[in-house]
């Protein structure tokens, strides 16, 4: 059994940061992709930001140049520093994490996280 835990939303104001976290937890062997997707009110999930194992990355055009998405694969977490962050960012925003368990490969979403971006 796998769990991922996020923590990191919030509210804030425009051009502001924040940075999410979301650490996988359970008896894993490996973690291949790890990534971010968000979802706001009447819109169809989303991806965010995805990085492999090997660091290669992947950003949707919407958040270039201010999302910054990392690892730490000692700790089987992944974090989403977000800069710069306006109102149409405003989502959950869940991870998603690609494991190898003794069961085999699958992939788990975290419970989401809510971020408000709102003068």
């Known amino acids: 059994q796998v769990q991922l835990v996020e923590s990191g939303g919030g509210l804030v104001q425009p051009g502001g940061s924040l940075r999410l976290s979301c650490a996988a937890s359970g008896i894993i062997f490996s973690i291949y992709a790890m990534g971010w997707y968000r979802q706001a009110p009447g819109e169809q999930r989303e991806l965010v930001a995805a990085?492999?194992?090997?660091?290669?990355?992947n950003y949707a055009d919407s958040v270039k140049g201010r999302f910054t998405i990392s690892r730490d694969n000692a700790k089987n977490t992944v974090y989403l520093q977000m800069n710069s962050l306006k109102p149409e960012d405003t989502a959950v925003y869940y991870c998603?994490?690609?494991?190898?368990?003794?069961?085999?490969?699958?992939?788990?979403w975290g419970q989401g996280t809510q971020v408000t971006v709102s003068s």
């Open positions: 990085i492999t194992s090997g660091g290669r990355t």
């Open positions: 998603n994490v690609d494991v190898t368990t003794v069961a085999g490969s699958d992939d788990y």
